[in-house]
C-alpha cells in the first residue's frame, strides 16, 4: 500500500494523540503508584456508590463542599474503596475512583465464588453479617425448556442490598447473602461491607497455626446444604 499523503493523520496516530489529551497529571501519578497500565485501569470495575454535599461552618460562612466515596475491583479478588472531596461534584469523583484503585486488596474467596463462613462488620451505629452459601443447583426442566439460559441457573445469587451487591460483583463474589441490622447509613455500610470481607481468616493459615492438616469437605463446611 502506498504510504498516506504528508499532512493527514492515521487512526492509531488519532488513538494515541486522545489517549495523551486524556492523561492528566492525577491518572499519570496513579499509574506511576500502582504500576497497572492504561489497560488495566480501564477494565476495573469502578463505580461511585455515595455522593451528597457536606457544609463546612468557618468564620468566613458556609463552605459547601461535595462528597464522594466509590468502589474498584477487578473482578477477581480485587477491591477497594476511595473517598473524595471537591468543591466540584466531579473533581470529588475522579478523585475517590483514583484512591480506591490505589486501595485495591485482595479479598479471600472459597472456590472462587464465595465468602470464608460468616463474617460480622461494625461502623458506628450499622451492624452487618455476610453469609456464605452454596452453589445453586442446575434445574433440569429450564434447561429441557431454555438450554440458553444455563449460566442463569447456575449459583445461589448475590440476595443483599444494593451497595454490598456491586461491591461483591466488583470483587467477583456470586454466592452471598447479608444481613443489615440497626442503622443503614450508605457511608458506613459500605464501610462495614469492606471491613467484614477484610476480616476473613484463610483455614489453612488457622490450620498451619493449630499444626493440622485441613481436609476440606464440602458437606461438613455447609452443614449438609450441598
Keep these: 500500500k502506498d504510504p498516506p499523503p504528508k499532512g493527514t493523520t492515521t487512526r492509531k496516530e488519532q488513538k ?12 499519570r501519578q496513579l499509574l506511576l503508584s500502582t504500576g497497572y ?24 460562612g458556609k463552605v459547601r463542599r461535595q462528597y464522594c466515596l466509590s468502589i474498584a475491583g477487578n473482578g477477581n479478588g480485587l477491591l477497594g474503596i476511595g473517598e473524595a472531596k471537591s468543591e466540584e461534584s ?22 472462587n465464588r464465595t465468602i470464608y463462613g460468616d463474617v460480622e ?7 452487618l453479617k455476610l453469609m456464605n452459601r452454596p452453589p445453586g443447583k442446575i434445574l433440569l426442566l429450564i434447561l429441557v425448556i431454555h438450554p440458553s439460559k444455563t449460566n442463569q441457573c447456575i449459583g445461589f445469587g448475590l440476595r443483599c442490598q444494593h451497595l454490598i451487591f456491586e461491591m461483591c460483583r466488583a470483587a467477583g463474589i456470586h454466592d452471598l447473602a447479608a444481613r443489615v441490622t440497626r442503622s443503614r447509613n450508605p ?7 469492606y471491613q467484614a470481607l477484610m476480616k476473613q481468616k484463610d483455614p489453612e493459615e488457622v490450620a498451619r497455626a493449630r499444626g493440622i492438616k ?12 450441598v
Excluded at 90 to 110: C, E, F, H, V, W
Excluded at 187 to 193: D, L, S
Design 16 to 27: 494515541r494523540t486522545e489517549q495523551a489529551e486524556e492523561m492528566t497529571d492525577a491518572l
Design 37 to 60: 497500565s492504561l489497560e488495566t485501569i480501564r477494565g476495573l470495575r469502578v463505580k461511585s456508590l455515595v455522593s451528597h454535599s457536606v457544609v463546612n461552618q468557618t468564620r468566613l
Design 90 to 111: 466531579g473533581d470529588a469523583a475522579t478523585q475517590s475512583k483514583y484512591r480506591a484503585i490505589r486501595n485495591m486488596q485482595p479479598i479471600l474467596r472459597y472456590e
Design 121 to 127: 462488620g461494625k461502623v458506628g451505629a450499622v451492624e
Design 187 to 193: 457511608m458506613n455500610t459500605v464501610k462495614a461491607a
Design 214 to 225: 485441613l481436609v476440606d469437605v464440602r458437606k461438613v463446611y455447609y452443614a449438609g446444604r
